[in-house]
Every structure is written in structure tokens, then in C-alpha cells.
Nanobody
Framework: DVQLQASGGGLVQAGGSLRLSCTSS????????VAWFRQAPGKEREGVPC????????YYADSVKGRFIISTDNAKNTVYLQMNSLKPEDTVVYYC???????????????????WGQGTLVTVSS
């Protein structure tokens, strides 16, 4: 079975930084599609990721562009989300997701991701 494990969430002040990690058992990220989705308190998980990457193509939602960076360390088989200049509205649960495919055409479609982590909460205080 494939399992993804997201970690690194916590409490941070506005303007601060945090790095989330997503590790996997049973799945090698490589250059396959990976993404981070967000779910605000009391709301459904967003259908479009805040960021996603596959085979050199990277997507950032406007809300995080210039502040967040997605990356993959193949040696550690870990996907990272570096979050800088955090804002109170970034207070959400972050889910990592992965797909065994490389197609960038489905990079921002949540239903095309096969594997999901359990989520990690980031709280940004003002």
C-alpha cells in the first residue's frame, strides 16, 4: 500500500516561514505529479492545489505565487513546501498528493491524484 505522510505544520507569526514535508512509503515521487492542496477551517478541501509540480512544470495559485516553493528531493524521496511571508489567510490544513503519472495537463485537477497524505495544520497568527 502507498502511504503519504505530511508533516511540518505548526504555529507561526505572520511574515514568518515554515517548511512542510511529504514523505512516502511504497511510492517514489521522482518527477511524477505532486501537489499541495489546502482546506480552510469549516470548508471543503480546495479542488485546485495551491502548488503542483511534474517533470519540470510547476503551478502556483495566485494566492501563493512568489511566497511558496514546491520541490522534490529525490535522494530523500520527499516533497517539500517552503512557505515564506505567511499570512493569516494561510491558516489551513495542507494535504500533499501524488500521482503515478507525469502528464502536466492534469496538474491542477484534484480528482487525478491517487495518493493523499493525512494533512498538517498551519496556523498563522497576526
Amino acid at each position: 500500500d502507498v502511504q503519504l505522510q505530511a508533516s511540518g505544520g505548526g504555529l507561526v507569526q505572520a511574515g514568518g516561514s515554515l517548511r512542510l514535508s511529504c514523505t512516502s512509503s511504497g511510492f517514489t515521487f521522482g518527477n511524477k505529479r505532486v501537489a499541495w492542496f489546502r482546506q480552510a477551517p469549516g470548508k471543503e478541501r480546495e479542488g485546485v492545489p495551491c502548488t503542483a509540480n511534474t517533470a519540470g512544470t510547476t503551478y502556483y495559485a495566485d494566492s501563493v505565487k512568489g511566497r511558496f516553493i514546491i520541490s522534490t528531493d529525490n535522494a530523500k524521496n520527499t516533497v517539500y513546501l517552503q512557505m515564506n511571508s505567511l499570512k493569516p489567510e494561510d491558516t489551513v490544513v495542507y494535504y500533499c498528493a501524488a500521482s503515478p503519472y507525469y502528464d502536466y495537463s492534469r496538474l491542477t485537477s484534484s480528482y487525478t491524484y491517487d495518493y493523499w497524505g493525512q494533512g498538517t495544520l498551519v496556523t498563522v497568527s497576526s
